[in-house]
């Protein structure tokens, strides 16, 4: 079949898929959605659902400091209602790591959110914000959430842990790494030319406690 031979085949097909799309009686609320071009009848798209998004929680990152607990909620709700919100804090120091979870009420107004404070400028940072789906959400996400964290007080702790009260074999051991710390200072001072004495150093002798008899 020549050129032409195709040419007046492939016009016969439009013809006949153009007769029989406007003598089929399709309903204007059902019309079809495109006409096949190698002919044939009209075609209809299968229907697809829109699918909600479900998803709630955010993640925020790069969160700048000072922009805490009480200065998210106070910012975020404006576009909502919050159900929880958390702030990762350094366990030792309870300084912010400045990254945190947002759970909003609606997804809707949690992808509002997302969709708006991503990339926002605040205090010179850039918020990265983003939706945690449910299989990524960790089951530990939400502990303790409700708690207002208190960070330790470490300096009460080394001041107990140095003022505590030790056995003969204990201050015997301190006193030993204290001395061999100044021999090497001394040793320093020493090299670099310094004419100079060292005091010495308070509690080097443990005098032993004496042996008390009792007589009859």
Request: glycine share 6%.
């Amino acid at each position: 079949m020549g050129a032409k031979g195709r040419k007046k085949s492939i016009t016969k097909k439009l013809k006949k898929g153009a007769s029989e799309f406007s003598a089929s009686s399709v309903s204007k609320d059902k019309a079809p959605d495109f006409l096949p071009l190698e002919g044939g009848p009209a075609r209809k798209l299968p229907d697809t659902e829109v699918r909600e998004s479900k998803l709630t929680i955010l993640y925020i990152g790069r969160i700048p400091h000072g922009f805490y607990e009480n200065e998210m909620e106070g910012f975020f709700k404006q576009f909502g209602t919050i159900k929880r919100l958390r702030l990762a804090r350094n366990k030792k120091t309870g300084k912010s790591k400045h990254f945190g979870f947002i759970e909003f009420e609606s997804p809707e107004v949690a992808k509002v959110v997302a969709d708006t404070m991503h990339n926002y400028l605040l205090f010179e940072h850039l918020l990265q914000v983003r939706l945690i789906p449910p299989e990524h959400v960790h089951p530990r996400l939400w502990k303790g959430v409700n708690r207002w964290y208190k960070p330790l007080d470490w300096v009460k702790i080394e001041r107990k842990r140095q003022d505590k009260e030790r056995t003969l074999e204990e201050h015997n051991k301190l006193v030993g790494e204290i001395l061999k710390r100044d021999k090497k200072r001394r040793k320093r001072i020493e090299a670099a030319g310094i004419d100079y004495e060292c005091p010495e150093m308070v509690g080097a002798i443990q005098v032993a406690p004496k042996k008390i008899r009792f007589t009859d």
